[in-house]
């Protein structure tokens, strides 16, 4: 019933030389042979490709990624950027990754009135995920001002993909999620900006992760104008089951 079988049979009697055919037929007994070899080989790598769709389930935060996160610093025009490349043994995975961090400093390129100043730190690095958060200071040579921003980087560790805040999620979870945002606020005591201003959930909503926590980050006096306008909204994963993907 098995490939594996048959073709364990098949070495057997051509050991034993159990055929009594001509050599033409022994040729044709061998191209068989290793056409089968060839089929089992290939259903095989088939049955044994990963799933690498992201979920939460099982996540094990003491698990490792193989990912080896190496510091990294970047002149972009004027702007100084700090951010981590990474090494492992799937180079597939760690070429994905590289190329979307590149694409994602990029955004500090100096312009001509503005400048960044760009820290960052692996806030989360296990079997699951791997995040990156950054902290950036901008200054705007024509305004006189500078001004502090949080942002970050979240990959897949599985794939090496960069992970949108919508894929951590599943469908529909917008509303749920807003609600929850609300009540967060109020336990911190943070007054949130107009109804306007502060967009509970879109796609450009910051945010990275920790091992066992998602922080959602508002800036530039998106979600509160209190103190430097920025608000960090913390949340257990535990806390998120139910609309966290799983």
Do not use: C, H
């Amino acid at each position: 019933n098995n490939i594996f079988d048959y073709l364990q049979i098949l070495v057997y009697n051509i050991a034993n030389k159990k055929f009594f055919w001509g050599d033409y037929k022994m040729k044709k007994l061998t191209l068989l042979f290793m056409a089968l070899l060839m089929f089992n080989l290939s259903f095989a790598k088939q049955k044994e490709k990963v799933d690498t769709t992201f979920t939460f389930a099982n996540l094990n935060t003491q698990s490792e990624s193989g990912l080896t996160p190496l510091k990294r610093t970047k002149i972009l025009g004027k702007s100084r950027v700090e951010y981590f490349a990474f090494s492992g043994k799937k180079p597939d995975i760690t070429k994905e990754m590289n190329k979307s961090m590149e694409k994602f400093i990029q955004q500090f390129k100096s312009t001509k009135n503005k400048t960044y100043t760009v820290t960052s730190k692996v806030t989360a690095n296990n079997g699951s995920f791997v995040s990156v958060a950054f902290n950036i200071v901008e200054k705007d040579s024509k305004a006189g001002i500078l001004s502090k921003e949080t942002d970050g980087i979240t990959f897949n560790a599985k794939s090496g993909k960069s992970l949108l805040l919508k894929d951590l999620f599943v469908p529909n979870y917008e509303k749920e999620l807003e609600n929850l945002i609300s009540v967060k606020f109020t336990e911190l005591g943070l007054p949130k900006s107009d109804e306007e201003r502060f967009k509970g959930v879109s796609k450009k909503t910051n945010f990275y992760l920790e091992n066992d926590a998602l922080i959602l980050v508002y800036n530039n006096n998106l979600g509160t104008s209190f103190a430097d306008g920025q608000a960090f909204i913390p949340f257990l994963l535990k806390d998120l089951e139910g609309i966290i993907q799983q």
